[in-house]
């Protein structure tokens, strides 16, 4: 195992905190729109198929559209509310981790 300084290990743990915090704000946001892990499993193979349509179609600027992304949504509305709506506009602000 590699020694490393005092400076970059603490740079590490902090990065890793950040992460960590960020998959925490992630699961909180899916709670609101009550998004279990199969839905959001769903939702990601969903538009990775759409991305990997995208590629084969030689996606680009000019050929830009959401049509795509559209239909994913219309597809999801009945189960699924967008990010910001109202519950997220009953939120205080961002969750703060205790000191």
Same mark, same amino acid.
């Given at each position: 195992?590699?020694?490393?300084?005092?400076? #970059? #290990?603490?740079?590490?743990?902090?990065?890793?905190?950040?992460?960590?915090?960020?998959?925490?704000?992630?699961?909180?946001?899916?709670?609101?729109?009550?998004?279990?892990?199969?839905?959001?499993?769903? =939702?990601? =193979?969903? !538009?990775? #198929?759409?991305?990997?349509?995208?590629?084969?179609?030689?996606?680009?600027?000019?050929? !830009?559209?959401?049509?795509?992304?559209?239909?994913?949504?219309?597809?999801?509305?009945? #189960?699924?509310?967008?990010?910001?709506?109202?519950?997220?506009?009953?939120?205080?602000?961002?969750?703060?981790?205790?000191?």
């Amino acid at each position: 195992m590699e020694v490393v300084g005092q400076g #970059r #290990r603490l740079q590490e743990e902090k990065a890793k905190d950040a992460v960590l915090e960020l998959w925490r704000c992630f699961g909180e946001a899916c709670g609101l729109q009550s998004m279990d892990f199969n839905t959001v499993k769903e =939702i990601y =193979i969903a !538009k990775n #198929r759409v991305n990997f349509e995208r590629q084969d179609l030689h996606y680009n600027e000019d050929t !830009k559209t959401e049509h795509d992304n559209q239909a994913l949504r219309s597809r999801r509305a009945s #189960r699924i509310e967008p990010l910001c709506s109202s519950a997220s506009k009953e939120s205080t602000g961002p969750a703060r981790r205790p000191s």
